[in-house]
């Protein structure tokens, strides 16, 4: 086995082993998600990558001692730094964002609040399993933060384990951090790190913890995409073990997408409440460039009815009548606008 498989699986092993006991409830308890049966996953299926149940090692994986690098930062670090500790996690490239206030950079581990640049990075560029949150407005940011913490916003896929979290963290963080928390990554611009490609056929992949990864080795491939977006990182290493802010995404998705998308969009007046360039206006986050994975899932989220926050009034009637095919190239489309987002301020 060589260097690289080693050190996915040392970082796999060891974030899961790291976030599980605070992070999620053991699968069938009380608060927990129910046992896993793909036969019940929401749908889109595609959009929740739920990954198969692995029985938690017995002990934490053996300590890697190699100090890792990326281009252009001026730190090393080593996988535990990686994951953060008592100091946060590893900031690679400090210099390319604001001061990051305590409970972004550190967490809380008192009250098992986990560092939001751990799972979103100190961008706020996040992934695909979870959400991009820079350059949204202030505003926005404290009503999701408020509806994670009253239950108004839930995940419509019991398995979907860091929407809970989510909830968790929220409701363990004072008014103040929130908004200290929504000033920062609202001061951080978003800008385009996904490639969309239209392509008959996708890599194969298998989610780690919700973020799908292609396959190495003999199980490499390709296979045909079927009706479904598959997001992959370019770097797996840099995304997955090393978490690199830097590193982006390719999603492919089906032919005449963002072509289809353009057209519903238009249809259901996406624009009406997002702005005419998608990019949001106050408590109506932009839209545009953003993860297709994260956006499937907030669609069918408001479709069935787990997010029930104040756009839900609005968001509900359009996406119920949303199909999964449309669901598809709506995202597809948004995520191919190539224009940045709007500066922050």
Known sequence: MNIRKIALIAGAAGTLFALAASAQPPAGGAGGPPPYDPSKFQKPVWAYAIAVPVPPPATPPPVDPKVYS????????????????????????????????SIVQKGDQTRRVIACSLCHYPNGKGRAENAPISGLSTEYFIDTMNDFKSGARKSSEPQKGNAATMANIAKQMTDEEIKASADYFAAIAWTPWIKVVESPTAPKVKSAAGLYLPLEGAEAGKEPIGQRIVEVPVNSEATDVLRDPHSSFIAYVPPGSIAKGKALVGKYACSACHAADLNGIAFVPAITSRSPSYMARQLNDYRQGARKGKAAQLMGPVTSKMTDDEIIAITAYLASIPAKAKQPG
Do not use: C, S
């Open 70 to 101: 990326l281009p252009g930062a001026a730190q090393g670090f080593t996988r535990a730094q990686i994951r953060g500790g008592a100091d946060g996690p590893a900031d690679w490239y400090p210099n390319e964002h604001p001061v990051m206030p």
